[in-house]
């Protein structure tokens, strides 16, 4: 799927200065993170590339997180891997719901979904949208959030200045 460059660039901006849903972003997430730190029974976060590297681990904590803890022998079973599966990229990928359905009338949901690779930004990211997210990660930094997984972007926006 081929992405427009400027449409891109245009809703990174809106999404910083706070004009775009969900967004802005720093202040989204530092009210949760900070929440989390005081009510860690409320508030959990999981980092997409910690998922991918432990997954087995992140969902064991999601499921007591949750009040559901997988019992010992579902454990020793195949249930977690089983789990993983199915909330994998490929499986969402190749739900029907997913391939042809649409969130918004002009908005179709395959366009989620890309490959679920850690790192893949770089193929869609411009240098200065680079820099623009590393920029707002220091931020994110300076105010206590704690980033375990997440890598600057510092490779690809090194040639802006």
């Known amino acids: 799927m081929k992405l427009d460059v400027n449409i891109m660039e245009e809703h990174l901006d809106k999404y910083c200065k706070g004009i775009f849903p969900f967004g802005p972003y720093e202040d989204h997430l530092l ?14 976060f999981l ?4 998922l991918k590297k432990e997954p ?4 064991k904590r999601l499921a007591e997180f949750v009040g559901c803890p997988f019992s010992r022998e579902e454990e020793k079973g195949n249930v977690i891997d089983e789990i993983i599966e199915l909330c994998s990229i490929k499986s969402l990928k190749e739900m029907e719901v997913n391939k042809s359905g649409k969130y918004y009338p002009w908005f179709e949901n395959k366009a989620l979904f890309r490959k679920g690779e850690v790192g893949d930004w770089t193929n ?7 820099k623009r997210i590393n920029e707002m990660q220091e931020r994110l930094k300076e105010a206590g959030f704690c980033f375990t997984y997440y ?6 926006d090194s040639s802006v200045a």
């Open 31 to 44: 009210g949760y993170w900070k929440e989390s730190m005081q009510n860690s029974n409320k508030v959990l």
């Open 124 to 130: 869609y990211l411009t240098p200065l949208m680079a």
């Open 151 to 156: 890598h600057n972007l510092r490779a690809m």
């Open 56 to 59: 087995k681990d992140h969902l």
């Open 47 to 50: 980092e997409y590339e910690g």
